[in-house]
Structure formats: structure tokens, C-alpha cells
């Protein structure tokens, strides 16, 4: 779990998006992220050397500030963060893989949702958080009835997220070319998540 200093922003005035009890963890939320007001917290995490895969680690303040006002200006892509109990834990984007690059490389539909996630910097980890966090997005993201298929396309070479999809049961599909990075895609359909959520509480 992460245990970073808080920051000043005090994520209860932020519109809550979505929220849901995890129990001994705590209440997660996710809220809209603001490019100004959260730009210490990002620029720090995004230019972590654990953050490589992200693709920010040399951009400075400002290149970090331009690449999510550029996204908050945008209908189809959306930026986040998830906050459990106040304290915030993960970047987290969504985009409509019909307007952007990756919607080229695989049969994409309108029915499809992409994401990507940024855990923040853990100093005292909490065995099996992480998927339940990562189950809460699926949720978030399943809560939209206009979506059907969560898309996710890691770089190839980012061994812990793929593993990490396979555990929360996304099935692996093609190896594919973009233009910052090879990667490799995955896949969730609202029926196979419904199906192993319900084997998962009998």
C-alpha cells in the first residue's frame, strides 16, 4: 500500500467518479485529476526510474503539465486518480481506442475502453491489494453499459503488468507495434469478468 507523505490537495472536494468499500483497506474513490493542482504528485511519479514503462522519466514539469492539459482537453481520453481514504494511490487513464493510435493495430470497436495504470510509489506493500484495486477499475470502467471489452497494451518487456493482467484474468492476445514500443495486448469482455467474479464468490 502506498504510504508516500500526503499531499496538500485535499481529494474531498474533488467530484467523487466512483467509489466502493475494500473492506479492511479502506474506501477507494476515483476523481478527476487536475493537471495543475496535481503536478507535483505526478511529475514524482512519472519520472521514478519504477515508472520507465510509462515513458515520462526525462520530461520536466512542464512537459508532464502539457501532456494532461493536452488529454484534458480531449472527449475520448480521460485522466484520474485513485484515492483510498484520502491518500492517493494510482495515476489511472482511459481512452477510446477508435481515436487514438493503438486503435490501429487491433480490430478495435466502440465497445472497447483502453487503460492504463500507474501505481504510486509503495513503501509497505499489502499483499493481494493490488488486484483488488485493479478489480475496483474494471468495475468503474464496466459501470458505463456502453462498454463491453477493456483493451490494455503494455510494453512487452514490462514482465510485472503482464503478469498482473493474467491475475486478474485478462486474456493475453497479439504482440503489436506502436509507435514509443512493442507491445503486448490483453483483453477483458464483460462476460468473462461477470463469470469469474461469480466462480470467484461461491
Not at 464483460?190 to 469469474?196: D, I, K, L, P, V
Request: aromatic fraction near 10%.
Amino acid at each position: 500500500m502506498n504510504t508516500t507523505p500526503a499531499t496538500a490537495q485535499d481529494f474531498s472536494l474533488r467530484t467523487t467518479l466512483y467509489t466502493e468499500d475494500l473492506g479492511s483497506w479502506g474506501t477507494v474513490r476515483i476523481v478527476p485529476l487536475s493537471p495543475e493542482g496535481d503536478l507535483d504528485l505526478i511529475h514524482g511519479w512519472v519520472t521514478q526510474d519504477r515508472a520507465r514503462f510509462w515513458g515520462m522519466t526525462e520530461y520536466s514539469r512542464s512537459d508532464v503539465l502539457e501532456v494532461y492539459q493536452f488529454l484534458e482537453s480531449l472527449e475520448t481520453h480521460h485522466a484520474f486518480l485513485v484515492v483510498l481514504d484520502g491518500e492517493p494511490m494510482a495515476l489511472f487513464q482511459t481512452y477510446e481506442p477508435l481515436h487514438d493510435p493503438v486503435g490501429e493495430a487491433y480490430p478495435a470497436r466502440a465497445e472497447d475502453i483502453g487503460m492504463h495504470l500507474l501505481l504510486a510509489p509503495a513503501t509497505r506493500p499489502v499483499p493481494h491489494f493490488t488486484p483488488r484495486l485493479v478489480t475496483s477499475l474494471i468495475n468503474f470502467m464496466f459501470s458505463n453499459p456502453a462498454i463491453d471489452r477493456i483493451v490494455v497494451e503494455p510494453d512487452a518487456r514490462n514482465d510485472k503488468a503482464v503478469r498482473r493482467l493474467e491475475s486478474t484474468c485478462f486474456e493475453l492476445g497479439p504482440m503489436i507495434q506502436l509507435a514509443e514500443k512493442e507491445a503486448q495486448m490483453a483483453f477483458l469482455t464483460r462476460e468473462r469478468f461477470e463469470r469469474t467474479e461469480a466462480l470467484r464468490t461461491r
